[in-house]
């Protein structure tokens, strides 16, 4: 088999995702010849206290918009809710920042999901028609612990009744990264794939000060500008941002470069 029907042929690209999460984007860097190198740097587990989202769900017919920031999100609450109700109800309707959340909403049989098209973010989803006019809409954002607060500010902003329910934990993995560190010195990660901002910060605290001077020089892959921004900011020297967002537009750059 030729190298270009293998373009990833001897390259082995860390894949920083939550591990349940790594799976579609591991597969397709072997299909290309590559090996994945699986360091998750955001733990996700169940919140302590689940009643106050079982709480929010009992009355989930008050609300006109469920917002879910991620496949996390969705995948945490949906079994809750048809554990509760047989049928969603009709009026409520459901929108999501990522393909990924369009898809596991899918999943759960919601068809009908707003979403953005190009850029998949808080500000893409913000710019849709649908979610200009919100004046008295009652609305739930289902996301993890903190996060960024652009999506429900500039909601309240457009007059949107805002709630959150907080549905999972994101945490940076206590891990030792010391045999990553002895690869990664010896030459031997050549990518790494970063999909979130908080992502980023993990490794970078995690991987330490050796960790960090290698970070700087290894070619990092996002697919947005925001991540892109705060590697610049973090003095990493060679960022590939993708012009196609998701796992798709990572494997079709990584093969390009590579």
């Known amino acids: 088999m030729s190298s270009s029907d293998k373009p990833l042929s001897g390259i082995n690209v860390l894949v920083t995702r939550p591990a349940h999460q790594a799976a579609f984007l591991s597969e397709g860097i072997r299909a290309a010849g590559g090996n994945p190198i699986l360091f998750p740097v955001l733990e996700i587990t169940d919140v302590k206290d689940l ?7 009992d009355r989930i017919e008050e609300f006109d918009w469920a917002i879910f920031v991620s496949p996390n999100a969705v995948n945490k609450v949906m079994p809750l809710i048809q554990a ?5 109800p009709t009026h409520l ?26 850029r998949f973010d808080s500000e893409a989803l913000l710019d ?9 809409k009652r609305v739930v954002i289902f996301r993890g612990n903190g996060g960024r607060q652009l999506l429900g500010d500039s909601l309240i902003q457009r007059g949107a009744l805002l709630e959150y329910a907080e549905c999972y ?13 002895e690869k990664w010195s010896q030459g031997e990660i050549n990518a790494v794939v970063i999909t979130s901002s908080e992502g980023l910060h993990n ?51 990584m093969q390009t470069y590579f």
């Open 51 to 57: 009643n106050p989202l079982l709480a929010l769900i």
């Open 84 to 88: 509760k109700r047989a049928l969603l």
């Open 93 to 118: 309707k459901f929108a999501v920042v990522g393909k990924g959340s369009t898809d596991s909403l899918k999943s759960f049989g919601v068809d009908r999901v707003v979403a953005p098209t190009a």
């Open 128 to 136: 849709l028609e649908e979610l200009q006019q919100m004046s008295g």
């Open 169 to 181: 934990h994101r945490a940076k993995p206590d891990v030792d990264a010391s045999s990553l560190l």
């Open 203 to 253: 490794l970078f605290d995690i991987m330490g000060k050796l960790g960090q001077q290698l970070l700087k020089t290894t070619p990092i892959f996002t697919t947005h500008e925001r991540i892109a921004g705060i590697a610049r900011d973090l003095g990493l020297e060679k960022i590939v941002r993708t012009v196609d967002p998701g796992d798709k537009g990572l494997l079709q750059e």
